[in-house]
Every structure is written in C-alpha cells, then in structure tokens.
C-alpha cells in the first residue's frame, strides 16, 4: 500500500496504460480520480476499481479545453482534499501519412490532444501543487520522444515536444518539491493495438523495433509510472524513462 492516502489523477484512464495505472494506483492505496472523454468506459472503469475495494471517482473531460482541465483539477481537491500524483496520459496515435499528405485538421488535433492538453494539465496540476507544497508528474511521452518513424509526423513532432516540456518543466519547479518526469513506452499490446484490421500485417515490422523481440505489455508501463510517482524515484527529475524493449537503444 505504497500509496496510502495520496491523491492521483490519471487522464486517459478508460482505457489501455491509462486504465492499468488508475487500477494499479487504487489497489496501492491510492484515491484515484480517473478523467476520460469516453464515459462509457471510464466508468466501467471505476466501477471495476470501487468492486475490488478502491476508493475513485471518474470525471468526462475534453483534455483539449482548459475550462474542463481546470474544473476537473478543482473537482479532485473538492472530493479529496488535494492532489499528489498525476498520471498524465491522454493522447491519440493519428493516422499513417508521410508529411506532406497530413492534413491540416489531422495534424491541428494531434497536437491539441497529445501537446496542448499535456501542457493544460501540466499548468493547472503545478498551480495546485504550489499551493500544497509538492507533488509528482508523469508524462506519457514515447520511444517516439527519442527517435522517429516515417508516416508519423504529427505524433513524432508532439511526443518530442512532450520530452521538451517535462524536462524545462522539471528544472523550473524542482526546487519546489515538485518532480516532473516522463516514461517513454515503445509498442504496447493494448486492446486498441490487438483489434487494429492491418495487425498481422504490421505487427513483424513492430516486432522488429524492438531488440527484446516481442512488444510491451500494458503492466511492464504501469510498474514504471508508478516507480517514478513513488518515493524510491525521489532524485528523479526530468528523466525520459524508456520502456521499450531495447527500440531508442538499438
């Protein structure tokens, strides 16, 4: 029960990694506060959590709105008195197109979803910590922070930025009790990944990033999530913690 008592908010957790974290942290002891656009499944979600005994709430956001990032940052210290951890998670992987067959609202909703709604959780999280005193981000960032992959434009430029962001992030607010620090998953077997039509296709190209031979599973990221929010990561700041099977080391 590591994280008795603490307060953690995890975005995208109605599903894959962000799901796995929000369930990690509450049978850890945690009060989770899960935040998706997907109702349906975020509270599907919850109510797994609340019938294997842990205490969490689920909020629907756009993460793209400050208005709601905001309200849901006021929301979670309304219900649980402050706010520790945030597992900052929500993003989306876009489509398949060299650069210059991205289209413009393709690659304006990238970035709102995987850059701008990082940077809005980010601000609003590190305004509430200042007032409390500390606290702790995770980023999910990517293999793709540290190297690229032809047809990815949008996302590579965007899980670049997010390193750019936790790093500066880190150095400025370090000094404050506040860690900032980012794990950089490489080719997860999600449910989203096993159901995609063209997987049989893809899937030896995949394995073939990886030196470890096989893709990642959803809780070899969670255990790195929750290390870098608990107390054994404590001189960690600014870290890009790559959980990759040996892909940016290759």
């Given at each position: ?6 307060v ?16 990690a ?10 935040a ?11 109510a ?10 689920f909020?629907?956001?756009d ?48 970035v709102?979803v ?10 609003y ?63 997860i ?35 790195a ?6 107390d ?15 892909w940016?080391?290759?």
């Open positions: 029960m590591q994280f008795k008592d603490k953690v908010l995890v975005t995208g957790a109605s599903g894959g990694i962000g799901a796995g974290t929000a369930k942290f509450a049978r850890e002891g945690a009060k989770v506060m899960l998706d656009i997907n109702v349906e499944q975020g509270k599907q979600r919850l797994e959590i609340e019938s294997a005994g842990g205490e969490a709430a909020f629907p956001i993460v793209t709105s400050a208005e709601h990032m905001q309200a849901l940052i006021n929301e979670t210290v309304r219900r649980f008195g402050r706010l520790d951890i945030v597992h900052n998670n929500a993003g989306i992987s876009g489509g398949n197109h060299f650069t210059a067959d991205v289209t413009e609202t393709e690659f304006d909703q990238i709102a995987n850059l701008k709604a990082v940077w809005l959780c980010m601000k999280s590190i305004e509430q910590m200042l007032k409390q005193g500390g606290g702790v981000l995770v980023n999910t960032a990517s293999a793709l922070s540290l190297t690229t992959i032809p047809g990815s434009a949008p996302y590579v430029a965007t899980k670049h930025a997010v390193a750019g962001l936790t790093k500066t992030a880190a150095t400025e607010y370090g000094a404050q009790n506040i860690r900032i620090n980012a794990v950089c998953p490489g080719v077997r999600t449910a989203m990944l096993n159901s995609h039509p063209r997987l049989d296709e893809m899937e030896p190209k995949l394995l073939a990033l990886h030196p470890a031979g096989r893709l990642g599973e959803i809780d070899e990221v969670v255990n999530v929750l290390w870098l929010a608990s054994g990561a404590s001189f960690m700041h600014g870290s890009l913690m790559t959980v990759d099977g040996g940016t080391a290759a």
